[in-house]
């Protein structure tokens, strides 16, 4: 297929998706956003590996920059896997994430710029403003890779999951644990399964309003 014909068939497929969807309905808003809540306690049911699947096939099509793609994921959901993670966790949040019945560790890549020419042909020379700069790389990696973990807590609902999102590990053992022989760099955790309704233990936190946190100028 020619360049010409795949622009074409793709403003083709987004004309096509407009006409048929506007906006979430009310459902798809409650499912997604309004009360979705983050997870602490799990129904004893098994996350498949066509769920997982799905998750990521859903994850992908989130944006980054210059279409980087950095993070990476290592789904933990063996008990000898789970033993492994537990004492990289802080005492808080050992047991809910050996409940869980999947836990993602969300990573990034620090040599993310080595697949520019495939995920970027526009600009393949990008990729040496990078290469030439650890430290702006692994800025960059950490921020895309952050952007993709919220797409991850939306994947997750959207196939009919919960998420519990987390920082509180360490990432230098979690490193050495799971990511050595790689260039990778853990950034945060997130269980997943079907959440049991025992871990919500109140209402939901309150949110700042429009006015009090956004302004238009």
Not at 131 to 136: L, W, Y
């Amino acid at each position: 297929m020619s360049e010409e014909q795949a622009l074409a068939d793709a403003h083709a497929r987004i004309t096509d998706y407009r006409s048929r969807i506007q906006t979430l309905d009310g459902n798809a808003a409650d499912l997604m956003f309004r009360e979705a809540r983050n997870h602490n306690a799990w129904q004893d049911k098994e996350v498949s590996d066509d769920k997982l699947r799905e998750i990521w096939d859903l994850m992908k099509y989130g944006s980054t920059s210059a279409n980087t793609l950095p993070a990476r994921l290592i789904f933990i959901r063996s008990a000898e896997a789970k033993e492994r993670l537990k004492p990289c966790l802080m005492p808080a949040n050992a047991d809910k994430t050996m409940a869980a019945p999947v836990t993602a560790l969300l990573a990034y890549d620090l040599e993310f710029f080595t697949d520019f020419a495939k995920l970027y042909p526009i600009r393949p020379e990008m990729a040496d403003m990078y290469s030439s700069d650890p430290a702006r790389a692994e800025k960059f990696a950490f921020q895309q890779s952050s952007l993709q973990g919220a797409y991850l807590i939306m994947a997750i609902r959207a196939v009919g999951l919960d998420a519990g999102a987390m920082g509180g590990f360490n990432t230098d053992a979690a490193d050495a644990e799971f990511l050595g022989g790689k260039n990778w760099k853990s950034n945060f955790l997130c269980n997943i399964g079907y959440g049991d309704l025992e871990g919500i233990k109140g209402p939901r936190l309150y949110r700042y309003g429009f006015d009090e946190v956004c302004d238009i100028i």
